[in-house]
Structures are given as C-alpha cells and as structure tokens.
C-alpha cells in the first residue's frame, strides 16, 4: 500500500520523467547523476517507504556533495561534505534526490524572486485553466510577459512538485515560507510542529522559528513523508526526545461532528480578497453543515505579530550570517589588505540587498542600548502571541481554519513593484504567527479562483498534534476536490498514466 | 552610546610620561607579538564594590589598590564543548576541526555531558550557588579565530554564582606565617575557547589553526577583593591545585590551560574607586604578581604626576617588565549579546528535584557530583597538619611546589623515621636545594628512597647530621662534596690513587 517501489520503470513512465527532468533552471538545478543508475544498484530490493520516489530539495538543506547554494552569491560553489538530516533520512528511505530548487537568497522573502538565479515562474502560469480565463481578457499577446510568481521563500520546491518533476519537495518554514508558495501553486503544503523534525543541516534563517516544510499533491504523501522525516536527532538540540510512532498513518475521518473549529475573528481583514474570504466562508460552512461545531475565536495579538516577527528575525538573521566571512568556505573576495578589508568586501560582494538590509537591522536591535527595548520586548510579545493560540486551543477547539494567503497569485511585474520587505510584511499575515508560536499547520488547495488560479486555505493544529491536524485537512481535501493542474504538454504524454481527470494528485497510494 | 566611563576627575596635563623601573613603557599603538585576542574589547565584569583594602607606601597619600580576575581554565575532557571533535595539545594545525567547529552552514552545538559536569565539580568545590537552569548566550565579535562571528557563553545566567576561594598569603618576619585571606567568586560559566592565529608579518599574513575553536572553558571570574600581585598569584595558585585535585583542568599555564587576566585600579582609602585597566593573557604565576604589581605603580605614578588612568586593555611584556596599551582603535566593542536558539536552558537536578525514572544518561545530579568530590587542597593539608605535627605553613609549601606532596609521602611511607624530621628535611634541605638548582621536584637526582635510606641511618645514629648533609651534598652533586670526597679517598691512599679513576669509582658507587 505504501511506497510502491519503482524497480525498473516501464518505458513510458521513463520517457515521462526524461522530458519532466527537462525543467527549466529557474525552478530546478538537477543533479548530475541520472537517477537511474540508483535502480540498478537495487537489485529488487525495497530501501522503504520512499523507495524510488522522486524527490527535490530546496536549495538551504545541505547535501553531501552537491553544491549547495542559498541562492546567494555567498555560497556559489559551496559543496557541503554532510548530509541535512530530513535529507539522509528520504535517502535512507530509498527517495531519489531529482534536485535542489531555487528560492529567495536565504530564504528571505515572499515570492521566490530575489534569489542570485532568478526569480521562479509560477507552472500555473502555462496552465490550461488560467490561459483559458486570461484569453477572455483582452491582454497583451506576449503570454510569457505575465507570468505569475509561485510565492515564497520555497517557490522552487513548490513549482517543482506543482510540475510533476517529483513527487515530494522540502522546502523550509519560518515564517509561512512553505505554506505560502502551496497556496499560490495549488499544493498540500504542511508545517510540522517545532521540534518534531531535525533542523541539523538546514542553513537557518531564523533558528528559534525555522522549520523544514513538506510541499505534496495530496496530504496522504505529505503524511508518509513526515513519518520519514519526524524524530529526535542528538544533532539537534531543539528536537523532542519523545519517540515518534510509525508509520504515520491517517485515518479516513468518518466524520466530523466530533470536531470544533475555529475562526480566528482578526484574520478578517480589509486586505483580504473577496475570493478568499468567500471559501474561507464556504469552508466553514462546509464544517457546520457536516456536524462540527464552529466557532469564532480571537487571537488578541494578531497586529502585533509582523512587528514582532521582523525584530526578532532581523536579530537572528545578524547573528547567524555573521559566520559568512570567506575564510572557511564560500565567497571570498580578492581584497587581501587586512581581515577587516576582506570581511567587509566578501559580505557586500556575497549578499544582496535584503540580506544585508536584515542584518543591518538586526544588529541595530541587539545593540547594548536597543535590546531591552526591542530584542526583549519582542520576545515578550511572542509570548503573548504563543498564548493567544493556546487559549484558543484551551477553549475546546481542535483546529484553527483560516485563509494562507491574501489572494491568488500575482504576476511578478506586478509583486515586484514593491520592495521585498514590504511584501514580506504584507504576505505573511496568516502565516507567520504560527512560527512564533511553533505550531503545526498546512495549507490545503481549495478552488481556482475566477482567474483560474489556486487558492489555498490554513489549518492550524495544537502543538505535537501534528497527525490530528493532517487528519482533518485529509478529509477536507476530499470534500473540496481540487483539481488537477493542466499543463498542455504534460496532458498530451501522460493520460495514459492518469487515470482519472478528477484524481487530486499522482499518489504515492495505489 | 557606550556605558559612561569612571573619571578620575583630573583637569589639566594629559598624559605624563614618567619614568618607571625598567625604561619608559607608555606607548599607544597595536603590539607585535604573536598572542591572539588582540583586539578583544571590554570585558564583563561587574562594577566593583566599595573596598579599602589598606596598603600603606612611601609618598604623601596612602593608596590602595584593588584587584580582581577573569580566569579561563580549559576544561579536561576528551571533546569539545559543543562538537564532537578531539581536545589534545600540540596536534597538527587544523586536525582536530569539526564541521561545526569550522562553522559549517546548518550544523548545531550540541552539549557535553563531561563539562557541565566539569563546571559543577568546581562550583561545589569553590562553595557556589549552583543555578539548577542556566543560559546560554551568543558573543558577537568578528576575527579570524572565531568561525562563526560569535562565542557561545553563559551571560545571562551562568551555572554557578556566589561562591568563595580561601588561599594563604605567606607573611611575617620569614614569610613563615599564613594568613587566611578569602576572595569571592562572583561566577562560573561554560563558554568556547576561540581558535588562534598566528600572525605572519613577513608575508604579510595570519595563520589560522582551529584545533582550539570550540574546546570548553570555564570563566571564573574573582571579584575584586585582592590588593597586590602576590595576593593575585597566591588566589591563582590555589585555584590551580583545586582544578588539578578536582581533575576538570590540568591548569597549566605554560600550556596555555589557564589564562588569566586581571583588572586593576587604585584609589585614596576612603574615597570612590578608580578607573580599572585591564591586564590580559598572563601566562605563568610570576607574571601574573609582576604584571599587576607593575601595573598598580605605573597608575599611582599617573595619578600622582595629575595624569588620568584611561578604561583600556594592556598586555604585559615580561622582558621590558611593563604593561602597555593594547587599543589600536577608539570607542567599545558592543557584543550585541543574543540568547542562543539552538541551546535549550541547562536544567540540573539534585536529589530531591530528579524526575522518577530518568535516564541517568540525560540528567545531571548536583547532589550525586558533590558526593563524589575528591579531596581538595585545603583538606589535604588539613590532614597533612593532624596526621603529621606540622605546621600549616609547611603545608602549603608541600602543595604549592608540584610533585613535592608525593615526595614527601613516599619517603614517609619508606622511613622509620619521625614524621617532624621527614617534613624539616624535605622542605629545608631538599626543597633549599632544588631551589639553588632550579630544578623542579621531577628533576631531583634524589630519589624518595634514596632519603628514606638516609633518614633511618640518621635515625639509627649511624651517621651524623652533618655527615648526613654532606651525603645529600654528594647526592646532589654539589662539586666541593664530591671534590672533599676524592680529597679523603686520596689520603686514605696516601695520595697514590688517581683523582680521576677516584672520581669514577665514586660515582659507580654512588649510583651518580
């Protein structure tokens, strides 16, 4: 039932996977090795859950070996020498590495676009539904001017898996950085709890907040991968020690009248697009009418979190980029001069403008005269943040309901037009409380929108619940139906190996 | 924007240039020299207390100095702080790098058990506070020894607090009395060691060897309740004999296992401090007591000439004798201090507070560590007093002298002689001897049985005390012995035998 394995693909699906594999590099940096050599190292044997499945990581996990690079001109050419533990840990399960996708350098930003090899193109862009909207729409006739951003930081990874090169993507979550581009690209994309998966490995952004993130067609497969990846690691000091039962199962809810779910009254807000707001409602409605009990709930602290939020990731994105010196590895200039003169030449050279504009930042607030008042202050309101969700949750309610994103995606000509921390601040409403709090949450795809494009809605689970969490928005995902991408191209090759238009995803089930 | 610095309040003349013993040492500017933390800033030691400790000198006013010490002892133990990778001396540069010592993008501090473990033993055995949670903390500075632009320390809540160090300062007409004297130990923390550089002038480039990076410390900060150099030393010395009786530091300075900087200033009995200087990298005992000896001169010299003391770091130059300025920049270093995110609070537990069913290999017992402790200094000559008549003095000398505790107990154990008479040979006799010789206790052409051998034949009055002092001479290959050995070797030969084959034979003889 799990983990079918794939011994020796049959001729079609090879030909399929060849011209997948044929990815634009803005999306995929594909590894050398043909994945296939792997099945003659096989010899029929199954690795485990995993085996032979096609996987992509982003591009801030270090892999042994492979050029490593954050997007960033700082660690061009860097090539760890170990393993991120999510890493070895889907490699061990026999998963096959297609490649490390592209993301916002650092893994700072919203929208996949500021990273050193170009911004991500959203595959939602070339699909069929949203070409088909946009020709009743008298535009320009060059139809590639308009492509739409996939969101971020992990647009890589979601394009990736949104396009069939894999079946599963890591990406990272620290502050809606997996949840978001799954919305905007019509995928399952799940946040686990802090603490529940190794962050050994993963080049971090914010550590007190960073998550490594799980980017599906369909929650099942997001679930067989978290059963892979969740456990104490030693490396990991921020890991619970507590055992992870496996493997991790979800069962089909019968029903849901046992449920209670909230709504959280302060994410209504004046920005949000009627189309979002209007499945947020039919969600909940969908909910009520099923038997759960709905209720409103207030998480008082809510226009807080972004302020709250930008303090105390500046501060650690300071300290943390501090180590990028060129002496060790990556980017070093050719300044020789001094140490000072070197240091300084290397980070300007390696970083762009938003690194350096966080960490500027962040040193601001953690000087001596400063952190009292910003640093500490932050932190507390963080805690006031964490117990809004916990009182929330105290109050008898299972899961929180609310939107991912703002609205549908948008064309990069347009998000471009405003800077990136703007953006960040902007998109990141939602999404980014549940970082500071450390809590589990996914964003399901609902419908297209009259544009033709994914929208996404948020679940949001009790902390180590993770499996509680996956198990409603399973169910929900069977009630809402999303469609298939499609992607012209891809429909002409493979209706052989889709059976059914109405399928939610290519499963890792059969 | 930096915290406001003591001013001694002196209008006028700037700085004078006095001159001191040992030529004129004032001179601003960046050292050469080879030792690393060149450029480290302020340190973190608190405010200091009223104190007026008298120390009367020769001039109008009396002055007082007062003197406190950041200690870092390197903790023994097979691996480092936070990785996994060796801690040995002397190993090829470079060999003994993890990837998270190197500072590998993704990789995590994880804790060792054995420096924590470290750390308790000694706050036990200074009488500290032992804080059941603990923080940690990042350090932020950038140099090429430290890979990741930051250290890993304990700022915030340091692991023990409170504490005290008994230590005896000799004085009296021969120094042969020991005062008690106490300084508090303000607190004990955990944090890395950083690598180190060697600066290559003539190329025009800084090596860097990591095998240092990431080795565990402990930062025993004393507060400010010493008043002169040989106090400083004496704190330190036994300091010294704790962490070796305790086994968590081998303490040796030369080896660069304990560093020791000091901070110093002086004042009017009575009145406000002074502005304190720091003295850094002190790196053996004598050094340490001629450093801030120096250095309390110097600021009195300053202040009596209307100069003012700057808050600044100097280091010391044994062969001029002098401090100087280390800064080669204006302004403080703000370490924008930020708690660690990968470190959960340390938690201890004691034996009321551990959880049921624990794993033993997760927890630490404060309680079980305290039960374990091995003998310290000070019960040791506790016991040396009552198990042999002597005096306490005489005590601290057995301990203070490395490897003369051991001699002495050996040549106890192998003698009938009287304990009184064993302890005014080895520390008269003996110890005067390698004194004049400079050798130390290891270097000794006597061995332990060797005196046991000769202590019974005094004992048994078959020999003389002076005959026996004349063997211990011969022994010691003290010349004129040997020569007035031959000389009646050749008379008992009526000046028949050769001097030289005489000398031969003796030395067979006498095992030499």
Same mark, same amino acid.
Do not use: Q, Y
């Given at each position: 039932m799990l983990g079918r394995s794939l011994r020796e693909p049959d001729f079609e699906t090879k030909s399929w996977l060849r011209r997948r594999m044929s990815c634009p590099p803005p999306v995929l940096k594909l590894i050398?090795?043909?994945?296939?050599?792997h099945y003659t190292k096989c010899r029929g044997q199954s690795l485990g859950d995993l085996d032979g499945i096609p996987i992509a990581v982003k591009d801030n996990f270090s892999t042994s070996g492979i050029e490593t690079t954050c997007a960033s001109n700082m660690l061009k050419g860097y090539i760890p020498p170990y393993n991120a533990t999510v890493v070895q840990k889907l490699l061990d399960q026999g998963a096959l590495l297609m490649g490390k996708t592209n993301l916002d350098e650092f893994a700072?930003?919203?929208?996949?676009?500021?990273g050193v090899f170009g911004p991500v193109k959203n595959p939602w862009s070339y699909s069929k539904q949203y070409r088909e909207k946009r020709k009743q729409n008298p535009h320009s &006739?060059? &139809?590639?001017?308009?492509w739409l951003i996939t969101g971020g930081s992990s647009g890589g990874s979601a394009a990736a898996v949104s396009a069939f090169t894999c079946y599963a993507a890591l990406g990272s979550d620290t502050g809606g950085s997996t949840r978001n581009p799954a919305a905007h690209c019509g995928l399952v994309g799940f946040k686990p709890s802090y603490g529940l998966v190794s962050r050994h490995g993963l080049i971090p952004l914010v550590n007190s907040m960073d998550v490594p993130g799980i980017l599906t067609r369909c929650v099942d497969d997001a679930a067989i991968v978290l059963g892979a990846l969740a456990g104490p690691d030693p490396?990991?000091?921020?890991?619970?020690h507590e055992p992870i039962n496996k493997p991790f199962m979800l069962p089909s809810l019968a029903d849901v009248s046992k449920l209670c779910i909230g709504i959280p009254k302060e994410y209504l807000v004046p920005e949000l697009s009627s189309e979002v707001q209007s499945l947020w409602s039919k969600a909940a409605d969908l909910f009520e009418s099923e038997g759960a009990k709905v209720i409103e709930v207030s998480l008082p602290h809510t226009s807080y979190s972004i302020v709250c939020y930008h303090v105390l990731c500046t501060s650690e994105v300071a300290s943390n980029m501090a180590r990028f010196d060129g002496l060790q590895y990556g980017h070093r200039c050719d300044i020789d001069v001094s140490t000072e003169a070197m240091y300084a030449a290397t980070r300007r050279e390696g970083f762009n403008d938003v690194v350096r504009g966080r960490i500027l930042s962040g040193n601001f607030f953690l000087l001596k005269e400063n952190y009292e008042n910003y640093f500490v202050k932050a932190q507390k309101v963080r805690r006031l943040i964490a117990n809004d969700f916990v009182n929330a949750f105290n109050s008898g309610v299972d899961v929180l309901l609310t939107p991912t994103t703002l609205s549908e995606a948008v064309p990069y000509l347009e998000f471009i037009k405003e800077d990136n921390r703007t953006r960040s601040a902007q998109d990141d409403i939602f999404t980014q409380a549940v970082n500071m709090a450390g809590l589990p949450a996914v964003s399901i795809p609902v419908a297209l929108s009259n544009q033709g494009l994914p929208i996404g809605l948020q679940f949001i689970g009790r902390a180590f619940c993770d499996q509680q969490l996956l198990t409603v928005a399973k169910w929900f995902e069977k009630q809402v139906q999303f469609p298939v991408i499609q992607l012209q191209e891809l429909m002409d090759d493979c209706s052989a190996v889709l059976e059914n238009e109405k399928l939610a995803s290519v499963s890792l089930k059969q | 924007m930096a915290a406001p610095m003591l001013r001694w309040g002196c209008r006028g003349r700037r700085w004078a240039f006095a001159r001191v013993d040992?030529?004129?040492?004032h001179r601003r500017g960046a050292p050469t020299g080879s030792t690393s933390n060149q450029i480290r800033g302020e340190s973190s030691v608190a405010q200091q207390p009223l104190h007026t400790a008298q120390k009367t000198r020769k001039g109008e006013h009396k002055w007082a100095a007062v003197v406190g010490l950041e200690i870092h002892a390197q903790i023994s133990s097979n691996s480092k702080l936070f990785s996994g990778s060796q801690v040995r001396f002397s190993a090829p540069p470079n060999s003994l790098v993890s990837f998270f010592d190197a500072s590998l993008p993704g990789t995590l501090p994880v804790l060792n058990r054995r420096c924590v473990e470290a750390a308790v033993m000694t706050g036990l055995a200074l009488n500290c506070h032992i804080n059941k949670k603990s923080l940690f903390d990042r350090k932020h500075y950038f140099y090429a020894d430290l890979p990741a632009g930051y250290q890993i320390t304990q700022q915030r809540l340091p692991i023990a607090v409170n504490g005290s160090l008994i230590y005896g300062v000799c004085a009296g007409k021969k120094q042969s009395q020991v005062i008690p004297k106490t300084v508090r130990i303000k607190q004990i923390q955990l944090e890395q060691d950083s690598g180190k550089s060697l600066h290559d002038n003539l190329r025009s480039q800084t090596l860097i060897d990591l095998n240092r990076a990431g080795v565990g410390l402990l930062e025993v900060v004393l507060e400010p309740d010493m008043s002169c150099g040989e106090e400083a030393a004496t704190a330190v010395r036994e300091l010294q004999l704790i962490l070796q009786a305790l086994g968590t530091s081998q303490a040796n300075m030369a080896e660069g296992q304990l560093r020791v900087d000091a901070n110093i200033s002086v004042h009017h009995p009575g009145e406000p401090l002074g502005v304190r200087t720091e003295v850094k990298n002190l790196n053996s005992i004598r050094f340490l007591a001629k450093a801030i000896d120096y250095e309390i001169q110097r600021q009195i010299n300053e202040l009596e000439n209307g100069g003012e003391i700057l808050n600044e770091t100097r280091s010391f130059h044994h062969k001029l004798g002098c401090t100087m300025s280390?800064?080669?920049?204006?302004g403080k270093q703000d370490y924008r201090f930020m708690p660690e995110p990968n470190l959960p609070p340390l938690v201890l537990y004691d034996a009321t507070s551990l959880p049921a069913g624990a794993d033993p290999q997760q927890v630490i017992n404060i309680d079980q560590i305290r039960e374990t402790l091995p003998e310290l200094p000070s019960v040791t000559r506790e016991k040396l007093v009552q198990q042999y008549g002597m005096l306490l003095e005489h005590s601290f000398t057995l301990l203070n002298e490395v490897g003369l505790l051991e001699f002495f107990q050996n040549v106890i154990k192998e003698t009938r002689a009287e304990p009184k008479k064993v302890t005014s040979w080895v520390l008269n006799t003996f110890l005067g001897y390698l004194k004049q010789q400079n050798l130390a206790v290891s270097e000794s052409p006597v061995t332990p049985s060797a005196l046991a051998e000769l202590l019974d034949l005094l004992d048994s009055r078959t020999i003389s005390s002076s005959a026996a002092k004349q063997v211990m001479d011969v022994k010691n290959r003290n010349p004129r012995a040997i020569n007035k050995l031959i000389g009646l070797v050749r008379k008992a030969t009526q000046s028949r035998a050769d001097p030289v084959m005489i000398k031969e034979i003796l030395e067979k003889k006498l095992s030499l």
């Open positions: 050398s090795a043909s994945p296939f050599i700072m930003g919203s929208g996949s676009t500021d &006739e060059n &139809e590639d001017s308009d490396r990991d000091s921020t890991t619970v | 040992g030529g004129s040492c280390m800064r080669d920049k204006e």
